[in-house]
C-alpha cells in the first residue's frame, strides 16, 4: 500500500511558478515509477510528466516541456513538480500517482497507475 499526499499548490501570476510536492508513505516507494497529471474542470485527466524508480528515465507531455521539471528523493519518500513559466491554461487539479515496479512502458496511461493522491490546485491568473 502506498498513501501519496500533493502540497504546494496555489494561486499564482502568469509567468510565475510553483513547485509541487508528492510524499509517500510506506517502504516501496523507491520500487514506483511516479507520476503528476492534472485535469481542469470539464476535461480529462491528462499526463503532466513521470519519472522512473531510479529517477534516471523522465517523460513529459508537449504543452509542459521546458518548463516543468518533475524529480524525486527516494530518501525523502518525495516525488516533486517544478512548475516555471506558468499559464493561464496550466490551471488544474493535480494529481501525483504511482505506477507498479516493471509498467514504466505504461506510463502514459492514468489507468496503469494504482495510486493516487488527493490533489492540489493550481490557479494560474492572467
Known amino acids: 500500500q502506498v498513501q501519496l499526499v500533493e502540497s504546494g499548490g496555489g494561486l499564482v501570476q502568469a509567468g510565475g511558478s510553483l513547485r509541487l510536492s508528492c510524499a509517500a508513505s510506506g517502504r516501496t516507494f523507491s520500487s514506483y515509477s511516479m507520476g503528476w497529471f492534472r485535469q481542469a474542470p470539464g476535461k480529462e485527466r491528462e499526463v503532466v510528466a513521470a519519472?522512473?524508480?531510479?529517477?534516471?528515465?523522465?517523460d513529459y507531455a508537449a504543452s509542459v516541456k521546458g518548463r516543468f521539471t518533475i524529480s524525486r528523493d527516494n530518501a525523502k519518500n518525495t516525488v516533486y513538480l517544478q512548475m516555471n513559466s506558468l499559464k493561464p491554461e496550466d490551471s488544474a487539479v493535480y494529481y501525483c500517482?504511482?505506477?507498479?515496479?516493471?509498467?514504466?512502458?505504461?506510463?502514459?496511461?492514468?489507468?496503469?497507475?494504482?495510486?493516487w493522491g488527493q490533489g492540489t490546485q493550481v490557479t494560474v491568473s492572467s
Open positions: 519519472i522512473n524508480w531510479s529517477g534516471v528515465s523522465t
Open positions: 500517482a504511482a505506477l507498479p515496479s516493471g509498467s514504466w512502458y505504461r506510463h502514459l496511461i492514468a489507468g496503469a497507475y494504482n495510486y
